[in-house]
């Protein structure tokens, strides 16, 4: 593969790292992610510490993609405020199907293309199913 970014991962309760474990079903082992939950007693100053730990802990330039569930949400709100470095996006509003579309295409996709991508992924994903049916009836 090419140079893979990192993926910082952070949701409400363990809805990070549960969606992680299911994309691992489809994927297998997962390389360069990282998951942060988020649980009562927390507030974004724990989360923005976190981030902070794992970023420190990364190669000065390197590219990180966070994935959020919720825009305006603590995980948002604390990615958002690293988001002063060029090297960094996010995308708000995580779905399954949204990051399997990640992971299928950050090998291959720059950072400042990934998140429409995942965006484009996560809307796909969502079917209205008795409609979809219907059309196929």
Do not use: W
Request: hydrophobic letters at 45%; glycine letters at 10%; one cysteine or more.
């Amino acid at each position: 593969g090419g140079r893979a970014m990192k993926l910082i991962v952070s949701a409400h309760g363990m809805l990070a790292k549960e969606v992680v474990n299911s994309a691992g079903m489809v994927f297998g082992a997962i390389d360069d992610l990282d998951i942060v939950t988020f649980v009562p007693g927390e507030n974004a100053e724990t989360l923005k510490a976190r981030y902070k730990e794992l970023i420190d802990g990364y190669k000065e330039d390197e590219e990180i993609l966070f994935l959020v569930d919720l825009f305006g949400g603590s995980p948002y709100n604390a990615a958002a405020s690293c988001l002063k470095h060029a090297h960094m996006e996010c995308v708000a509003g995580m779905n399954f199907p949204m990051i399997l579309g990640i992971l299928e295409n950050r090998e291959r996709v720059s950072l400042e293309d990934l998140p429409e991508i995942g965006k484009q992924s996560g809307i796909a994903g969502i079917i209205n199913v008795r409609k979809k049916i219907a059309s196929l009836c």
